[in-house]
């Protein structure tokens, strides 16, 4: 594996010449695409870079209503470092397969929709494409929920794993936990799964940096110029099915969290107005192999943060992977 360098994280300032004379053209060189299908035949849609020296491999899960995109420069530092990367959209986002008319809506009936997904895409694609078999997996927010659960129930593919903001825990001021799951799941079930949740607003996809969930301006601009190239990722709303399964996945995830015994290193965000830091703190609670890193005035999504806290993040997630490769 390569040496790790600060200077190959970009500042705030360098981002834009950075992404004319660089990486643009790197991510139409090096990132490929295709499809495959998942275990029920939902078809879903991937991106990898695979790296010819590749001292081994990760896997990126995406949060919600992400799409591969948003992590072409994730990708570019991953592969720079010596790493193949492989990322799949998950099952109702950008390019993958829908189970709802509306575009904006994402549906899914259950987690073990994802995990199953997430292990199809392992056998199907990443073993069959990575050069060492040595596998890492990095899950942001919905797609940490998702790295958790996977974990637990198939601890064998991966040596260590990243959870940068995972979802561990959901809240809705003025609603107990308890009741909002009950209602949730009886929603679900009487066939209101495919509506929004009650309380959403659809609204078009503006430039709104202030309220974002990034602290990097550049990189904002970047990811929301990224999904304007494809019409497929304004998917942005939950539908009731989506949440009730989300609910009771967290739920799963916590009863199980002593089956977990794959390394794994934990970034929260002080300012996250996504997730609630009280998962989080349980998941680090209820099992020896997780260590947490906190960046106080980070916002949930912690890749477009600020200059120092990017170094830092970066560095410390090669020096966790370069633990377990050998």
């Known amino acids: 594996m390569n040496i790790f360098d600060e200077k190959m994280i970009r500042t705030e300032k360098e981002f834009p010449i950075f992404l004319k004379n660089e990486l643009s053209l790197w991510v139409e060189e090096n990132i490929k695409d295709g499809y495959f299908e998942s275990y029920d035949g939902t078809k879903l849609h991937y991106v990898k870079a695979v790296n010819p020296e590749e001292g081994a491999a990760v896997v990126i899960s995406h949060g919600f209503s992400e799409y591969a995109g948003k992590f072409n420069e994730m990708i570019y530092y991953f592969y720079n470092m010596g790493f193949s990367v492989f990322l799949v959209e998950h099952r109702g986002h950008a390019l993958s397969q829908r189970f709802v008319a509306d575009l904006e809506n994402v549906y899914i009936k259950s987690y073990d929709e994802y995990i199953q997904d997430m292990k199809c895409f392992m056998d199907k694609i990443v073993l069959e494409n990575s050069v060492t078999k040595k596998c890492f997996l990095f899950g942001h927010s919905m797609g940490g929920c998702i790295s958790a659960l996977f974990l637990e129930k198939y601890p064998q593919y991966f040596r260590a794993a ?43 996809p503006e430039y709104d940096f202030v309220n974002s969930n990034a602290l990097s301006e550049a990189r904002y601009a970047y990811g929301l110029d990224e999904k304007n190239k494809v019409p497929q990722t304004v998917a942005h709303m939950a539908t009731i099915s989506w949440a009730a399964a989300s609910l009771k996945a967290m739920e799963k995830l916590h009863k199980n969290a002593d089956k977990i015994k794959t390394p794994i290193l934990l970034f929260q965000a002080g300012l996250d107005a996504m997730v609630t830091p009280k998962g989080q703190d349980d998941f680090a609670n209820e099992t020896e192999y997780v260590d947490k890193v906190r960046y106080p005035k980070a916002k949930h999504e912690i890749f477009l943060s600020s200059d120092s806290d990017l170094r830092d993040y970066y560095s410390r997630i090669f020096e966790f992977f370069g633990k377990y490769i050998f």
């Open 162 to 204: 990243v959870l940068s903001a995972p979802m561990l825990s959901m809240e809705v001021k003025g609603v107990p936990d308890n009741l909002l799951k009950l209602f949730m799941a009886v929603a679900a079930k009487c066939g209101f799964g495919k509506k929004i949740v009650p309380g959403l607003k659809k609204t078009e």
